[in-house]
């Protein structure tokens, strides 16, 4: 006898999933990031709550969906269409990479797929339902061309992590922030958010970054927003940020992607709160939406099971470029005097 034992599978795949799956916003955040991945145009993301917090989350795709055999590879562990080997990582363009979300959320919730590839005939969609980690019906239907995931009974199996959730609104406004910050990210993808029957938000496609946020927080935040521009060889700045006038007690609204991946980066936003310099008092922060495209070697995605956060080389070139680019765009709108004479 030994006291050390190599743990069965299904205990490895709870653990695991619990780095990547942590509320239902993770949950979120891994279908609708599968869904860009699989070149969708249009996503529904349907949730429902009751009092007990959140039920359901569904998420629709018109992407390439996935063929029988596909369905099924798509639950395990470590599978992927998207890397071969880790030289494939730096040159990675896909959001996922690590082929562990479908596992770990499959491992402590219900889920339900219904799929069809693209170009594939009419009947030949399929419906998987996977619980616990076991596929446990399997059966061919007529489906619409891509994908639709259904999780319900999160944490059904791990009453421990069931019992960190928070309130209902709470866990719906992470929910929220996680569409708003990949719809930002992803203008290719028209998103569209049902509550309990009632839509949250929606974006239109291609419809420009300044648009998407009209949409998220409002026309009147979005005229007031200055463009930013900035470039290196291996860099280009774009985006908004809000003038002087328009500023926060917290670093919270500096939403950052960088090459189409939402991240978060204290670096950076100290960044963009220094090109502010003294137009902004010590304590206030702007709105800003950055998008950042960096090429893709200077940029370590591997750093974190849930991928918000990312090793960039060359920091020491790409933060002050970016402060710069900030500083330029508010020098360009000669916001100086508006922050003296507003209250
Ligand atoms: P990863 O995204 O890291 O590859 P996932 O567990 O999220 O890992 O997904 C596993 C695989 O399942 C993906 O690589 C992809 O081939 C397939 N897949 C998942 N979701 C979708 C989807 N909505 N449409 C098409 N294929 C999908
Ligand atoms: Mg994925």
């Keep these: 006898m030994t006291k050390i034992r190599v743990l069965d599978p299904d205990t490895v795949n709870q653990i695991a999933a619990g780095e990547v799956v942590e509320?239902?916003?993770?949950?979120?955040?891994?279908?609708?990031?599968?869904?860009?991945?699989?070149?969708?145009?249009?996503?529904?993301?349907?949730?429902?709550?009751?009092?007990?917090?959140?039920?359901?989350?569904?998420?629709?795709?018109n992407g390439e969906g996935m063929n029988p055999e596909e369905a099924v590879l798509a639950f395990h562990?470590?599978?992927?269409?998207?890397?071969?080997?880790?030289?494939?990582?730096?040159?990675?363009?896909?959001?996922?990479?690590r082929g562990e979300a479908l596992a770990s959320i499959a491992a402590v919730a219900e889920v339900t797929v219904i799929t069809r590839s693209r170009g594939a005939g009419a009947l030949a969609g399929t419906r998987l339902v996977v619980r616990g980690g076991e596929v446990v019906e399997k059966s061919e239907v007529g489906a619409p061309e891509g994908t639709t995931v259904t999780v319900e009974r999160l944490f059904y199996n791990t009453p421990a992590r069931r019992k960190f959730l928070k309130?209902?609104?709470?866990?719906?406004?992470?929910?929220?922030?996680?569409?708003?910050?990949?719809?930002?990210?992803?203008?290719?993808?028209?998103?569209r958010v049902v509550h309990n029957g009632k839509e949250r938000m929606a974006t239109q496609r291609s419809a420009g970054l300044q648009n998407t946020i009209a949409g998220?927080?409002?026309?009147?935040?979005?005229?007031?927003l200055v463009p930013v521009e900035g470039r290196l060889p291996f860099l280009r700045i774009g985006g908004y940020i809000s003038r002087p006038s328009e500023s926060r007690g917290s670093p919270s609204q500096i939403s950052v992607s960088i090459n189409g991946r939402s991240i978060s980066s204290?670096?950076?936003?100290?960044?963009?709160?220094?090109g502010y310099g003294t137009l902004l008092p010590k304590d206030r922060y702007p709105v800003a939406f950055l998008e950042l495209l960096i090429d893709t070697e200077l940029v370590d995605v591997n750093v974190h099971p849930t991928k918000r956060e990312v090793r960039l080389s060359r920091e020491r070139e790409i933060l002050?470029?970016?402060?710069?680019?900030?500083a330029e765009a508010l020098a360009g709108h000669d916001l100086a005097r508006e922050t003296a004479t507003d209250p």
């Design 77 to 97: 562990p470590h599978a992927t269409s998207k890397i071969r080997d880790i030289a494939d990582l730096s040159a990675i363009r896909t959001l996922g990479f």
């Design 167 to 191: 309130s209902r609104n709470t866990e719906l406004a992470h929910v929220y922030a996680v569409v708003e910050n990949l719809a930002l990210a992803h203008g290719e993808v028209a998103f």
């Design 216 to 224: 998220l927080y409002g026309a009147e935040l979005a005229r007031a």
């Design 320 to 326: 002050p470029a970016i402060a710069a680019a900030v």
């Design 266 to 274: 204290r670096q950076i936003a100290a960044a963009v709160r220094e």
């Design 23 to 61: 509320r239902p916003a993770s949950v979120v955040k891994e279908l609708l990031e599968n869904a860009i991945d699989a070149s969708a145009t249009s996503i529904l993301l349907d949730v429902a709550s009751d009092m007990t917090g959140v039920t359901k989350i569904r998420v629709t795709d």
